[in-house]
């Protein structure tokens, strides 16, 4: 059961939390993705947790509850392109930043171990296993990343994006020498700048 300090405290006070989190900023490819939760005040759900601890099975199950239950939810997608312009950190919290803008429903807003200097904000070190609004969060991240990897596996399926969703496996690695590079990459990634550019 996730601990959700910042929601009963706030929630108490009938008073909303937003919740935000990312999937996607360790891969070689593809884009990060963003994404805000509020929930409704006391929600309750106990599949809800970390999305890492999920089957995918259950991810998709849960995404359909929250965009259901939810006040209010929003994504940004952070294309490789701004990864490699701004780097992966910045690009992100630009994004969380954003995305904390939204609404003007909530109070607060808690962010997985992301600060965003901002007075209304509080950036909470393992976040996705804590609070609920932030786990829910991971969960429509990592099923929006998901969905468009597979998307890009139908564009480009030697890469087996299917299978790796980007991530620097062996095997992608393996790919990555035998076909080179296409848009997705992010460049500024050292296996990328170490490997041959071919645009489709």
Same mark, same amino acid.
């Given at each position: 059961m996730?601990?959700?300090?910042?929601?009963?405290?706030?929630w108490?006070?009938? @008073?909303?939390?937003?919740?935000?989190?990312?999937?996607?900023?360790?891969p070689?490819?593809?884009?990060?993705?963003?994404?805000?939760?509020?929930?409704?005040?006391?929600?309750?759900?106990?599949?809800?947790?970390?999305?890492?601890?999920?089957?995918?099975?259950? @991810?998709?199950?849960?995404?359909?509850?929250?965009?259901?239950?939810?006040?209010?939810?929003?994504?940004?997608?952070?294309?490789?392109?701004?990864?490699?312009?701004?780097?992966?950190?910045?690009?992100?919290?630009?994004?969380?930043?954003?995305?904390?803008?939204?609404? @003007?429903?909530?109070?607060?807003?808690?962010?997985?171990?992301?600060?965003?200097?901002?007075?209304?904000?509080?950036?909470?070190?393992?976040?996705?296993?804590?609070?609920?609004?932030?786990?829910?969060?991971?969960?429509?991240?990592?099923?929006?990343?998901?969905?468009?990897?597979?998307?890009?596996?139908?564009?480009?399926?030697?890469?087996?994006?299917?299978?790796?969703?980007?991530?620097?496996?062996? @095997?992608?690695?393996?790919?990555?020498?035998?076909?080179?590079?296409?848009?997705?990459?992010?460049?500024?990634?050292?296996?990328c700048?170490?490997?041959?550019?071919?645009?489709?």
């Amino acid at each position: 059961m996730l601990e959700n300090r910042y929601e009963k405290e706030y929630w108490s006070h009938d @008073r909303y939390v937003m919740g935000i989190d990312e999937a996607g900023r360790g891969p070689l490819c593809g884009p990060c993705v963003v994404a805000c939760c509020i929930l409704p005040i006391n929600y309750e759900n106990e599949l809800i947790d970390d999305s890492k601890k999920l089957s995918a099975k259950k @991810r998709e199950l849960l995404f359909k509850q929250i965009i259901r239950d939810a006040h209010h939810f929003s994504f940004r997608i952070v294309s490789p392109k701004e990864i490699d312009r701004l780097d992966i950190y910045h690009s992100t919290q630009k994004a969380m930043d954003e995305l904390s803008r939204s609404s @003007r429903i909530h109070s607060l807003t808690i962010t997985d171990a992301m600060p965003l200097n901002r007075a209304d904000t509080i950036d909470i070190v393992k976040g996705d296993a804590k609070s609920i609004s932030i786990a829910a969060a991971s969960i429509l991240a990592k099923v929006v990343r998901d969905h468009i990897m597979m998307g890009y596996d139908v564009l480009y399926p030697q890469y087996e994006y299917r299978n790796h969703k980007g991530y620097g496996t062996k @095997r992608h690695l393996e790919l990555m020498d035998e076909y080179g590079l296409n848009e997705l990459y992010r460049m500024s990634f050292k296996p990328c700048r170490m490997k041959e550019i071919k645009l489709f």
